[in-house]
């Protein structure tokens, strides 16, 4: 079965530093999905970026970019100059190709720091 | 706006009451998905339909649960004989279609306690 693991429960940063959050998944898959979502207070959920497994290039919006390692099943999101408005929790996500369902990881909660 | 409404956004039942939770995906999203997530946890999937069709009811944690989408647009799920393990928020996602893998859009969530 599918599991995605975040083993950092509670980051922090500097408003205006870069921060890395880490995600691990295993899978026997060689097809699939990887996403990272933000959940402020708010409750909605928001995508971030997501990283289809068979492009070797790492996905990057913006600020926010990923280290996909395929062979070592790790998928950490980078965000750069980090601002107030990134205070959130932040979710990584699976989907085996041509699947529907997610598998979601326990979260990260991102503090920033003014 | 265009995004997926979930009504309510806060719920209180006492236990053994039934409730109704509705969902409004985005016009023309075929997949929609109902997911729950417990306080300082992930989601974890409960259901899928495709259109009117119900294709997965797995993740339902057991037969007091029950969604439908009659129509193949706005869903509900109804939870009878609601337990306090049942609070929860409860997120509702639309995608246009599952080929390709079309992100998912999710609503605000219904915040769901039992007391």
């Known amino acids: 079965a599918q599991t995605v693991t975040q083993s950092q429960p509670e980051m922090s940063v500097q408003e205006a530093e870069t921060v890395t959050l880490s995600c691990t998944y295993d899978?026997?898959?060689?097809?699939?999905?990887l996403f990272w979502y933000k959940q402020p207070p708010s409750r909605q959920m928001i995508l971030v970026i997501r990283q289809e497994a068979y492009k070797q290039q790492n996905a990057t919006e913006n600020r926010f970019s990923v280290n996909f390692q395929k062979a070592a099943k790790s998928f950490s999101l980078k965000i750069s100059d980090s601002q107030l408005g990134d205070a959130a929790m932040y979710f990584c996500?699976?989907?085996?190709?041509?699947?529907?369902?997610?598998?979601w990881g326990a979260g990260t909660k991102l503090i920033i720091k003014p | 706006g265009a995004g997926v409404s979930q009504s309510p956004r806060y719920k209180v039942a006492k236990r053994g009451q039934d409730v109704a939770l509705r969902c409004d995906p985005i016009?023309?999203?075929?997949?929609l998905f109902w997911y729950q997530q417990a306080l300082g946890q992930g989601p974890e999937f409960l259901t899928y339909f495709q259109n009117e069709a119900q294709l997965d009811k797995s993740g339902l944690p057991s037969d007091r649960f029950f969604a439908e989408r009659p129509e193949g647009s706005v869903s509900t799920l109804k939870i009878q004989r609601t337990q306090q393990e049942d609070s929860a928020v409860y997120l509702c996602?639309?995608?246009?279609?599952?080929?390709?893998?079309?992100?998912?859009?999710f609503g605000d969530g219904t915040r769901l306690s039992i007391l």
């Open positions: 996500a699976y989907d085996m190709d041509s699947n529907y369902q997610l598998i």
């Open positions: 996602a639309s995608s246009l279609h599952t080929e390709g893998n079309q992100p998912q859009h």
């Open positions: 899978t026997s898959e060689s097809d699939y999905y």
């Open positions: 016009s023309g999203h075929v997949s």
